[in-house]
């Protein structure tokens, strides 16, 4: 087993985080009156509901004020989405319209953001004719806002009446030495600020956005990214920094940095994080607030459930002309429906965790779960773009991250070499749980001793995992098994994030 790093060592994991099960379903600290209700439909403030919601974004706002060193400006904000991606630049107008016709095509949409390409608080005039016109046109869609908050003070309490409940400002270092080392220059009062003093004074503003925003209710989220001998000892400290101030979550996400980006990591060779080392980080970071884990780093033009891309069915060709009605009948029936399936799945885990109250603490086990989504394993292994990896327990299972993974089964034949991809990939996990797996690759992911598991076919996500650690107990019980002990890290090469060829519209 490769060695660990010095921060998993120095900081324990939270093994009373005082989450029932995993981010987003409960808090660490208290929260603001109302937050658990606001967030519980959103599928980025809460990990049950990216089950069952999808969010969609407006790429309103082309320009920024600030550079920073994982960024090209001829692709999207990094700061919330994947390097060497291109957006459809829309007007305000154009985007209010996008947005009703999404909303009308999927009941499931609960949240409109904007996310880029560039700064939306550096592009004030077009983010709030935007913003305003959503509100108009679809009240019951959420408002949501991602920023590098140099602007934020500006800005915020217009946000607020303007009715932006949910807000990200992404924050790298809360030490201007190391923020130095992140941000390059910032522009600031009509001239370009560089070094320590440019970092102080962004590190200054965002703080004080953020403090602003929490104090007028708005539900703050901070981005953070993992850059490996930057800022990764200091991100722990940014977490207790900003779980001070009353944020809701804080999102722990891995540098992306390859040379065909154009960035100055990419193009200096400074390189993301290997899954093991964001693990660790996280962990550091969990300690202080509540952590996400299940960030998909989106394009600024995302649409649809995180995880899946359907940008490409609403470009702006492919809208219908004139205006489109809203849909919001059929959003409120979607979330009466996704409220009667939580009753089912929450009794199903209750009923699960009854089952194996009883087995010994030391049972445990990481497992890989391929799911579609409304919170079931309902995906064949060879069609899985991604995979859900759980640790699970008798206190319940918990999301550790979601890794993506080649499609192994295209038009009915699997490639040889994206199953030992995929092996590769899924190396630290004891069990797969799908709707269904060939026979070629069960016996290869038996032979690298990850079981394959289709009893939970369309059952519950959660009670699933449980249903699996239940009869794990009983063969290691019955001498059948050993203790599973923990599995070798996924290779250095198998990064926990996106790394495929960059999607450049
Ligand atoms: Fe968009 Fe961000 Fe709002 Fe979500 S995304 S502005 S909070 S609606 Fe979500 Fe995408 Fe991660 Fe962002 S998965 S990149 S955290
Ligand atoms: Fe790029 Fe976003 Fe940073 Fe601006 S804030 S330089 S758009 S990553």
Redesign the pocket.
């Known amino acids: 087993m490769k060695p660990r790093l010095p921060i998993a060592d120095a900081v324990p994991p939270a093994a009373n985080c005082g989450f029932s099960r995993g981010c987003g379903d409960a808090p660490a600290t208290p929260v603001p009156e109302g937050a658990l209700e606001r967030a519980r439909n959103h599928p980025?403030y809460s990990e049950e509901a990216h089950h069952h919601f999808a969010?969609m974004?407006v790429a309103v706002a082309p320009a920024c004020n600030i550079q920073c060193h994982y960024c090209n400006r001829k692709y999207d904000c990094s700061n919330?989405s994947r390097p060497g991606v291109v957006s459809e630049r829309l007007t305000p107008e154009q985007a209010v319209r996008k947005v009703l016709a999404v909303a009308a095509e999927v009941p499931s949409l609960s949240?409109v953001?904007i996310?880029g390409p560039g700064d939306p608080l550096a592009n004030p005039r077009q983010t709030f004719e935007t913003l305003e016109g959503i509100a108009r046109a679809a009240p019951d869609l959420k408002l949501?806002?991602?920023t590098n908050g140099l602007a934020l003070l500006d800005h915020v309490e217009r946000l607020a009446s303007v009715g932006v409940h949910?807000l990200?400002v992404t924050i790298n270092a809360i030490d201007p030495e190391v923020g130095a080392r992140i941000y390059p220059w910032i522009s600031w009062g009509g001239r370009r600020l560089h070094g320590v003093e440019a970092a102080r004074i962004l590190i200054d503003r965002q703080l004080a956005g953020l403090a602003k925003a929490v104090e007028l209710g708005i539900l703050c989220?901070v981005n953070s990214v993992v850059i490996p001998g930057v800022n990764d000892l200091h991100l722990p400290e940014v977490a207790r920094r900003v779980k001070s101030m009353g944020v809701f979550l804080h999102?722990v996400m891995p540098l992306i940095s390859a040379p065909e980006h154009g960035t100055h990591y990419g193009l200096t060779g400074q390189r993301g994080p290997t899954a093991e080392e964001l693990e660790a980080v996280q962990r550091g970071c969990e300690v202080d607030v509540k952590l996400?884990r299940h960030?998909?780093?989106?394009r600024a033009d995302?649409v649809g459930r995180?995880g899946e891309d359907r940008s490409q069915a609403f470009s702006l060709a492919k809208l219908p002309p004139g205006p489109a009605q809203d849909a919001a009948d059929v959003r409120g029936a979607h979330r009466a429906a996704v409220e009667r399936t939580r009753r089912k799945l929450d009794a199903a885990r209750q009923e699960a965790l009854r089952l194996v109250a009883s087995i010994p603490e030391t049972i445990s086990g990481r497992v890989a779960v391929a799911t579609k989504g409304d919170g079931l394993v309902n995906q064949h292994f060879g069609h899985a773009r991604e995979f859900l990896i759980y640790d699970v327990d008798r206190a319940g299972p918990r999301l550790v991250s979601h890794r993506k993974v080649e499609q192994y089964c295209v038009g009915g034949d699997g490639e040889e070499d994206v199953l030992t991809s995929v092996l590769r990939t899924l190396a630290d996990c004891h069990a797969v749980l799908v709707a269904k797996v060939g026979h070629c690759p069960s016996g290869q992911l038996a032979a690298a001793g990850i079981e394959p598991v289709t009893d939970f076919a369309f059952q519950p996500i959660d009670a699933s995992l449980l249903g699996w650690l239940a009869r794990l107990s009983e063969r290691v019980s019955a001498g059948e098994l050993p203790l599973p002990a923990r599995r070798a890290e996924p290779a250095p090469s198998e990064p926990s994030a996106p790394r495929a060829k960059p999607q450049v519209a």
């Open positions: 980025c969010r974004h919330e949240v953001g996310a949501c806002l991602s949910h990200t989220k999102n996400m960030c998909r780093q989106c995302a995180l």
